[in-house]
C-alpha cells in the first residue's frame, strides 16, 4: 500500500499521481493538460513549481510519517534545515515574480474591467499563498523542520489544485478567447 499525502484524498485520478507521486513528472516533461494557461512562459514557471516539489519531497524520506526531527541526529537535521531555508528562499523569490507578472497581465488585460472581482480574487489568492510561505519561514525551528516540510508541501498541492487550475488556467483561456496577448514585460 502507498502513502497518500495529506490533503490528496479529493483529487482526480491524474492530480493523485501527480501530486502524490511528483517524481513521476520530471522537469523538462509537458505540463499534464489540466495544468497548462497555454501560455509558455507561465506554463514554464508552473513546471518550475512542480520541481519545487520535487525537491521538496527529496529532502526527508519520511516527511509524511514523522512528527518532528527528535530522533535524527544533529548533522542531519542542520543539512535538512539548511536545504530547507535555501528552498523556501528560492519558493519566495520565485512566486513574488511569478505573481507580480501575472497580476500585471491581468492589469494590462480587459478581464481586469469586464470582471473586477474574478481578479481580484486570484490576488487575494496570491496574497494568501505568499502569506503562508511566509508563516512558514518565521516558523524555522530544527526540531520542525519535518512539520514545516509537510505544511509547504500542503500548500504546494494547494497551489496546484485550486490556485492554477481555477485561477490560471481560467486566466489563460479567457485571454486566449479574447484574442488577448498573455505577455509579460
Not at 81 to 108: C, P, Y
Not at 156 to 164: F, K
Request: glycine share 4%.
Amino acid at each position: 500500500m502507498t502513502d497518500v499525502q495529506p490533503g490528496v484524498e479529493k483529487a482526480s485520478d491524474h492530480e493523485r499521481v501527480l501530486l502524490s507521486s511528483p517524481m513521476n513528472w520530471l522537469p523538462g516533461a509537458p505540463l499534464p493538460a489540466e495544468l497548462q494557461t497555454g501560455h509558455p512562459a507561465i506554463d514554464f514557471e508552473h513546471s518550475q513549481l512542480l520541481a519545487c516539489m520535487n525537491t521538496l519531497r527529496s529532502l526527508c524520506q519520511e516527511f509524511t510519517t514523522k512528527s518532528d526531527c527528535s530522533s535524527c541526529e544533529s548533522g542531519k537535521r542542520e543539512g535538512c534545515e539548511t536545504q530547507l531555508v535555501a528552498l523556501l528562499g528560492d519558493l519566495l523569490a520565485f512566486i513574488l515574480e511569478h505573481f507580480r507578472s501575472e497580476e500585471e497581465v491581468m492589469r494590462n488585460s480587459s478581464l481586469l474591467i469586464v470582471d473586477r472581482d474574478v481578479c481580484e480574487a486570484h490576488m487575494e489568492d496570491h496574497a494568501n499563498i505568499s502569506a503562508k510561505v511566509q508563516d512558514i519561514i518565521v516558523a524555522l525551528e530544527p526540531t520542525k523542520t519535518v512539520v514545516l516540510l509537510r505544511e509547504l508541501d500542503m500548500l504546494l498541492q494547494s497551489w496546484i489544485r485550486n490556485h492554477i487550475m481555477l485561477h490560471d488556467v481560467m486566466l489563460g483561456r479567457w485571454l486566449e478567447s479574447r484574442g488577448e496577448a498573455l505577455s509579460f514585460s
